[in-house]
């Protein structure tokens, strides 16, 4: 199970953190991601982060977004900075299974107001 939360609304330019906590798997040993959904559009991929190495970014977030994770807390992270209105959606978390199945949370929704 995956339950994102730390959503809200932030004022344009400020920053926010997301966290995604896992129960049921270690995600210390799987690939694990950030998406966001506006209404309507597609869900759009924010970063990866593997078991072992360095999160990717999309363009649209890098220098901006980083991912990291918790083991301890078997949590993962979304920090959020510079906000732009365009970063407003329901962001959400994925695992990745060994056998490439997806598993996703709720979501939770950011809100970027000026």
């Known amino acids: 199970q995956l339950v994102e939360y730390g959503g809200g609304v932030v004022q344009l330019g400020g920053s926010l953190r997301l966290s995604c906590l896992v129960s049921?798997?270690?995600?210390?040993?799987?690939?694990m991601g950030w998406y966001r959904q506006v209404a309507g559009d597609q869900r759009e991929w924010i970063g990866t982060?593997?078991?072992?190495?360095?999160?990717d970014y999309a363009d649209s977030v890098k220098d901006r977004f980083v991912i990291s994770r918790d083991n301890d807390r078997n949590t993962l992270y979304l920090h959020m900075s510079n906000l732009r209105r365009e970063d407003t959606a329901t962001y959400f978390c994925?695992?990745?299974?060994?056998?490439?199945?997806?598993?996703w949370g709720q979501g939770t929704q950011v809100t970027v107001s000026s």
């Open positions: 982060i593997p078991g072992i190495g360095s999160a």
């Open positions: 049921g798997r270690p995600i210390r040993i799987y690939r």
């Open positions: 994925k695992l990745e299974s060994f056998d490439h199945v997806a598993y």
